[in-house]
């Protein structure tokens, strides 16, 4: 099952130190930044995660929760000097809600059962290992 057919349909979430290098790529490629050359929401999140994550914007929810400090948004405002403007940066943590089931009818009772299936997608790169026979 699809919950759609196009990326404009999801965010996309990428780990924090990819997402400078991502719009640096995207404006050599004459594009604002890395949202406006995919098409779609483009989102950092820090940790030591380095998956990209694909999740749906109609199946998904998100919760803010305060961080360590007591703090459910931290707001940071820096001088951009190539746009002779101001660059805003709400910081927060978030929890993504995102379940799929369906209610299916089984067997001549009519039980139900939950069939979940997941709705977030993860792309992990890595590199591949290559064996050598020796003959």
Known sequence: MT???????????????????LDRAAQRAGHEDISELLGCTVCSYAGDDTGIYL???????????????AKTVDVKVTRNSNTAGYDL???????VLATGSVKVKAGEFD?????SFPLIHVIRFTT???TINPE
């Open 3 to 21: 919950t759609s057919n196009t990326l404009s349909d999801y965010a996309v979430l990428v780990p924090e130190r990819l997402e400078a290098i």
């Open 111 to 115: 039980v139900e059962k939950d069939a």
């Open 55 to 69: 999740l749906p914007k109609r199946f998904a929810s998100i919760s803010f929760r305060s961080t360590k400090d």
């Open 128 to 130: 591949p290992r290559v």
């Open 89 to 95: 940066e709400l910081i927060s943590v978030v929890d």
